[in-house]
């Protein structure tokens, strides 16, 4: 029996799957091998994960035969920029490398969405396998074909879709992952399931001190859900036409304090936490099925995670300057602000509220 799982991200042509399970580097040879157009591959990787995953996962494709270039990048959101854009351009150029090459980039969300946007331009678009490390990319940035980089006027403002043609996710990378990056990006985990998966939802209750610690079996199956859920999201919305927007909830407030704060202060996922909690409070006065107990389920659950539920004290965030934040953002232009409500457990609506129906929520969660 193979030691690993799969999820098909069905997209017609374009249709990939995703493999899971424990010591996957140290097999990626003979999943790369059939997927390949020449023997030539490079592995972009994050800085933080050279020693020992770029390692392992070198070793292993030069083992299987094939030629391995290898670039490193600095870690940070700064990384994900022109500069170094061009950087991977210019050094693919410069090893020659042709429309058969393969580009694997090992990393965060950072490196997929620079490495992988750098495939969809070098030669007008190179094959490409995404290799995530941190939980973030495995149950997000890897899964649906959003690609692009940052420039100075906001983030992800230059991009494409470009899918990949596999994703590798070796659960043991997450080993190595800092604590708080685990955590922040448990909260996307949580999204899935208020989203889409009310079963999903209830396991996680049950389990979530066994997937904040990276119990195997019970991190497998989060990662795996959640890839399933966005892979389904993506295969019916690939483009974000509509369906695709329920993946931002808990986003619009959550990005609205994430830039207010100053990127850095507060993290993505923490963000995405506090902004949550906010939709659902919002849904509690307009869907009828949204009661009060789902509303302290998602407070508890989120809490359990070791997430927070409300602005931290110190932040002093008012409430215009998140309105200011929330209608500047890129997925809101043309008037009205968008908002992901609740309507049950495992089911949302896209509502477009005026602020002065916000107000009273935004100072509850801890606004000024
Ligand atoms: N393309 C999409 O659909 C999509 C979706 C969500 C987020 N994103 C993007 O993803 C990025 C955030 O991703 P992220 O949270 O992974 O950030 P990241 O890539 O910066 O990684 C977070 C930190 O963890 C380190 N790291 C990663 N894996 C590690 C490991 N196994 N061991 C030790 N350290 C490790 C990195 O060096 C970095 O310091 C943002 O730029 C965001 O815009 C893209
Ligand atoms: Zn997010």
């Not at 809101?332 to 002065?356: A, S």
Request: proline share 3%; aromatic share 6%; glycine share 10%.
């Amino acid at each position: 029996m193979e030691n690993y799982q799969t999820v098909r991200v069905e997209l017609e042509e374009r249709s990939y799957d995703i493999l899971l399970g424990q010591g996957l580097l140290n097999q990626a040879g003979r999943h790369v091998i059939p997927l390949v157009q020449s023997n030539k591959v490079i592995v972009v990787h994050d800085e933080n994960v050279t020693s020992p995953h770029g390692q392992t996962l070198i070793a292993n494709l030069e083992n299987a035969g094939l030629e391995v270039a290898t670039l490193e990048l600095q870690a940070g959101e700064q990384t994900k920029c022109l500069q170094q854009l061009e950087r991977i351009w210019d050094y693919l150029s410069e090893l020659r490398f042709g429309r058969d090459c393969t580009i694997l980039p090992l990393g965060g969300g950072v490196t997929g969405d620079l490495v992988g946007f750098a495939a969809a331009t070098y030669l007008r678009g190179v094959e490409m396998i995404q290799v995530p490390t941190s939980l973030l990319a495995m149950v997000d940035s890897s899964v649906g074909g959003k690609t692009g980089i940052n420039n100075k006027f906001g983030k992800n403002l230059i991009g494409s879709f470009w899918q990949p043609k596999m994703v590798i996710i070796d659960i043991d990378t997450l080993k190595t992952l800092p604590r708080e990056e685990r955590v922040a990006a448990v909260a996307e985990i949580i999204k899935y399931g208020v989203i889409y998966d009310a079963a999903f939802f209830q396991w996680l209750e049950k389990n979530i001190q066994a997937v904040c610690d990276l119990d195997p079996k019970a991190i497998t199956y989060a990662v795996k859900r959640s890839c399933e859920i966005k892979a389904d999201v993506v295969s019916k919305d690939e483009r974000e036409g509509g369906l695709r927007m329920i993946l931002n909830f808990g986003h619009t407030i959550g990005h609205a304090i994430e830039n207010t704060a100053g990127y850095g202060t507060i993290r993505h996922g923490e963000g995405v936490a506090i902004g949550m909690i906010a939709e659902s409070l919002l849904a509690l006065d307009r869907n009828p099925e949204w009661k009060a107990p789902h509303h302290d389920r998602l407070v508890n659950l989120t809490r359990a995670a070791g997430l927070p539920t409300k602005i931290p004290d110190n932040l002093e965030l008012t409430k215009e300057q998140l309105f200011d934040a929330a209608r500047s953002d890129k997925k809101n232009r043309g008037g009205g602000t968008r908002y992901i409500l609740p309507i049950r457990l495992g089911r949302v609506e896209v509502v477009k509220l005026e602020d002065k129906d916000v107000e009273e929520t935004l100072i509850a969660i801890g606004a000024k």
